[in-house]
Nanobody
């Protein structure tokens, strides 16, 4: 069993930055791919970014590419999402998730299906 707890959400003006963190406990964190998703009211959960177990390989949704950076620290069992140049359309509840299944490519990690564990979410609100 893995427990995930997000933090760092809040209210920020457009163009500002926030850094989300996700603390993992339980089973061996370094074996998992870690992803961030978000869900706005009335919309489906949307992929944001994923990082492989080593931290060397990352993949982003086109909507956040160049603005967001995902990283992980396996020694501290944490994964972070640095969000810069925030836009009102980035407003959502952000979730971190852990996937135990290994895939060769990134496409499979862009849907919620392969993720076994989810955090409770943290609200990010970007005002215009």
């Amino acid at each position: 069993q893995v427990q995930l707890v997000e933090s760092g959400g809040g209210l920020v003006q457009a163009g500002g930055s926030l850094r989300l963190s996700c603390a993992a406990s339980g089973r061996t964190f370094s074996n998992y791919a870690m992803g961030w998703f978000r869900q706005a009211p009335g919309k489906e959960r949307e992929f944001v970014a994923v990082v492989r177990w080593s931290g060397a390989s990352t993949y982003y949704a086109d909507s956040v590419k160049g603005r967001f950076t995902i990283s992980r620290d396996n020694a501290k069992n944490t994964v972070s999402l640095q969000m810069n140049s925030l836009k009102p359309e980035d407003t959502a509840v952000y979730y971190c998730a852990a996937a135990t299944t290994l895939y060769g490519g990134f496409y499979s990690y862009t849907t919620p299906t392969p993720y076994d564990y989810w955090g409770q979410g943290t609200q990010v609100t970007v005002s215009s």
